[in-house]
C-alpha cells in the first residue's frame, strides 16, 4: 500500500504473548534477522482521551525495506495494545508510515475519517495510533522522531548483510533514556 500522501508503508507490527519465542519463531520460520530487542519502553500519553503510560518490549527486524515489528506490553493499562477486556491483542496489529511531522499527519488522516485512538511519546519518538469505525482490525500507526528513517534504513542494510551471527541484540530503552 503506498498511500499518497505518506508514502509506502515502512512497518507491519505484531502484539506478541512472549517477545523471545515470538522472535525464535521468525528467525526458524521466516529467515528474519537479526533482531533488535528493545527492553523496558516507555510511551506517556493518551489512550481514548485518558492519560496513560504503557510499558513494553519491542524487537525489530527487516524483510526487504519493511521493519517488522513484535510488540509485548508488560503492564495492564488500557492501551491500543488491549482489548475492552485488558486481553493482549495478539496477531497483526497496525501498519505504520514514518513522518517527519506527526500532527500534520494525524490531520490529515483524521480528515479521511479515521480516529485518534492513542497518542503517545518518550525521549525517541512520537506516535498516534488511528482505526477506522468502518474498517475495524488493523490500526494505522503514524511515528514521528529524528533518527527513525536513519534507523530503518541501517536495519535494512545490516539485515541484508546479516550472516546469521549476533541474532538478537538487546538494548535497555530505560537506561538510555535515564
Known amino acids: 500500500m503506498n498511500d499518497p500522501v505518506l508514502g509506502p508503508i515502512d512497518q507491519i507490527g505484531y502484539v506478541v504473548a512472549d517477545l523471545d ?6 528467525r526458524t520460520r521466516h529467515e528474519i534477522g537479526p533482531w533488535t530487542v528493545f527492553r523496558n519502553v516507555r510511551l506517556d500519553g493518551r489512550h481514548l482521551g485518558e492519560p496513560v503510560t504503557v510499558t513494553m518490549d519491542v524487537g525489530l527486524a527487516y524483510r526487504g525495506g ?17 482489548d475492552a477486556h485488558g486481553q493482549a491483542l495478539v496477531g497483526l496489529h497496525h501498519v505504520a508510515w514514518v513522518v517527519d ?3 500534520t499527519a494525524v490531520a490529515r488522516l483524521t480528515a479521511r475519517g479515521l480516529r485518534v485512538l492513542f497518542e ?8 498516534a495510533y488511528l482505526d477506522d ?23 535494512i542494510a545490516e539485515a541484508r ?16 533514556s535515564a
Open 120 to 127: 503517545a511519546h518518550n525521549p525517541a519518538t512520537r506516535v
Open 133 to 155: 469505525a468502518d474498517d475495524p482490525g488493523v490500526r494505522v500507526e503514524v511515528i514521528e522522531g529524528a533518527g527513525m528513517r536513519d534507523m530503518i534504513a541501517f536495519g
Open 161 to 176: 548483510a546479516w550472516d546469521g551471527t549476533d541474532p538478537v541484540r538487546i538494548i535497555d530503552a530505560a537506561a538510555t
Open 101 to 103: 511531522d506527526l500532527d
Open 66 to 82: 519493511l521493519q517488522i515489528e513484535l510488540i509485548h506490553v508488560t503492564n495492564d493499562t488500557p492501551s491500543p495494545y488491549r
Open 21 to 26: 519465542r515470538s522472535i525464535a519463531r521468525w
